[in-house]
Structure formats: C-alpha cells, structure tokens
C-alpha cells in the first residue's frame, strides 16, 4: 500500500494523559498536513510542513500540541495533557509542492481517533 | 460554507438518477475549490477541482459548477451508484496557500438501489 499512513488508527485515553500519532506520507510527497475532524463536521487545518519545515499554524493548534517532521519524512503529532475536547479524528494528507502541480489533490489518510474519557 | 453543528444536510436519490449537492462558501477572495468525497471510517478522497476563472469543469460522471456572483458551488453527479453513498465536502483556498483549505459543511448522499 503506497498510500498515506497513520498509526494508530484509533486511541483512548484518560484525560490528562499524553498522546502522540504518527504520519507516514506517500514517499515523493514533500508537503504533510494535518486537519482535525469532529464528528458531523469538515476537516480543519492545523499545519504544515514542507519538507522538514513547519510553514503553518493554525490558531486551533494551541500550546498543548506539537507536530514534527524531524527528516522530511514521517510526521509526529503530540498533545500535552489532554482534554475531553480533544477527542476528534486527526487526519494527516500529503502532497507534491502546490505550484508545481496542476491539481491541488490532497491524498488523505484514513486517520488517528482520539477518544479523551 | 461554514459548519453548522451534527447534522449533516441529507441528499437521498435513487440509483441511477442525478445528484446535485450544493456548497456555499466564505470567503470571496477564494481563487481554488475542491470537492472530497468521505466515505464511512476513511478519510477525504480528492474528486474534482475548479479554479476561480472558470465556471465549470467535467470529470468523469462529475461536473463541478462555480458561480462566483454570490459564492456558490455544486457538484452534479451523473447516473448515481449505490457505490457513489458517501459525505461530500467542498472546500476553498487561495492557490497559492498551498493546502490549506477551508472545509464547508458536508452533505450525506445517500443512494437507494
């Protein structure tokens, strides 16, 4: 499978606790996004990479949550302490540098569940 | 379009008739739009895309119609498959913003055999 990746798909956890998801994007893809997903609702963007550098950040990604592209490969998203509103699906998507592309196809993983008890 | 809570607008057609689905969206310095396809546990699937000098693009079984006057999207989709049942997603960037887009409130298709 050559598509994009994430693990684990699905994880609970206690409030408070720490939770890191892991991205793997398709492998010529130098651009990785992550979009959060509640439930009845369209994704949101949170950031992005290119290559190893994080070019974007949205307001909704708040001082608890970190994401890295450490090679310009994988991709880690980490949230501190977490809240019960953080239970959504964290979708991950990679694509080729925007401009050089006629078509703004994102290809998007089928996501990380995070349930916060 | 903007989210309006969890209920999703519901589009119930029989196979093999025509499906329309409506988008409005924000922002009127938009320039690119995209529609997604969602199906059931899996993430947004990329369908067709228009840019904002056009009014309307074909694909496969997919037309995209862009009206840029009041900030209005749909997406025919032509003799509708049980295979076609999914949430579809419109949503709109700046071209050059690369992929940051801007998703609109679903619409659940829904397609009786």
């Known amino acids: 499978d050559t598509g994009v990746s994430q693990n684990p798909r699905h994880k609970i956890t206690k409030r408070g606790q720490n939770v890191t998801f892991r991205c793997d994007p398709i492998?010529?893809?130098?651009?990785l996004y992550w979009y959060r997903q509640t439930l009845g609702q369209g994704p949101e963007f949170l950031t992005y990479?290119?290559?190893?550098?994080?070019?974007?950040k949205s307001r909704l990604l708040s001082d608890r949550f970190s994401a890295e592209r450490p090679k310009g490969s994988f991709s880690t998203l980490e949230i501190q302490r977490t809240e019960q509103g953080d239970s959504a699906m964290y979708l991950c998507?990679?694509?080729?540098?925007?401009?050089?592309?006629?078509?703004?196809?994102?290809?998007f993983g089928e996501g990380s569940r995070l349930t916060v008890l | 379009g903007e989210s309006v809570g969890l209920h999703l607008p519901t589009l119930s057609v029989q196979e093999g008739d025509n499906s329309i689905i409506n988008c409005a969206y924000s922002?009127?310095?938009?320039?690119?739009f995209i529609w997604y396809k969602q199906e059931s546990g899996k993430g947004p699937q990329f369908i067709i895309d228009?840019?904002?000098?056009?009014d309307k693009r074909q694909g496969q079984r997919v037309t995209v119609l862009l009206n840029k006057t009041v900030k209005h999207l749909s997406l025919q989709i032509a003799a509708t498959q049980p295979g076609d049942s999914a949430v579809y997603f419109c949503?709109?960037?700046?071209?050059?913003?690369?992929?940051?887009?801007?998703f609109g409130q679903g619409t659940e298709l829904s397609v009786k055999p």
């Open positions: 492998s010529e893809h130098n651009r």
């Open positions: 949503a709109e960037t700046l071209y050059n913003q690369g992929g940051k887009l801007i």
């Open positions: 228009i840019r904002s000098n056009m």
């Open positions: 990479f290119q290559n190893e550098a994080q070019l974007e």
């Open positions: 998507a990679s694509s080729l540098v925007w401009a050089a592309r006629r078509t703004g196809e994102l290809f």
């Open positions: 922002n009127s310095a938009s320039d690119y």
